[in-house]
């Protein structure tokens, strides 16, 4: 089971790079959002099988319970990521305000400014 988690981690770490280093926005934001999916699930694979809660008074031996820091990691790591996913979702959202597409263009002057950079050296 854990190796099938391995490789969907690594296929959802890929695909998410992969559209990361697009031009369209809507490809980016996707892209961000597939390895925050793949963090979780490598997470919540490293926490290992479900145990009892984690309550001092409930449990008969500290080996049968279950392990709350990769649940905490996480819930963290799901915050982080809808943060984030929101913040690009509203860049975009100004991108195709401004200029009625989504696709990401070349700064002229920062091609102008790395030719003239490139002349003097």
């Known amino acids: 089971m854990s190796g099938v988690l391995i490789l969907v981690v690594g296929a959802l770490t890929a695909i998410g790079t992969y559209l990361v280093t697009s031009r369209a926005l809507s490809r980016i934001v ?3 959002a597939l390895p925050g999916h ?3 699930l490598a997470l919540v694979t490293a926490g290992g099988r479900a145990g009892e ?3 001092a008074d409930r449990l008969d031996t500290p080996a049968d319970s279950a392990d709350p820091l990769p649940q905490a990691l996480s819930l963290t790591a799901i915050v982080i990521s809808f943060g984030l996913t929101l913040f690009l979702l509203a860049l975009a959202g100004r991108q195709r305000q401004l200029s ?3 696709l990401v263009e070349d700064d002229l002057e920062d091609r102008r400014i790395a030719s003239d950079e490139e002349i003097e050296q």
Do not use: H, N, S, Y
């Open 30 to 32: 996707l892209g961000f």
């Open 53 to 55: 809660p984690p309550l």
């Open 100 to 102: 009625g597409d989504d």
């Open 38 to 40: 793949a963090a979780v």
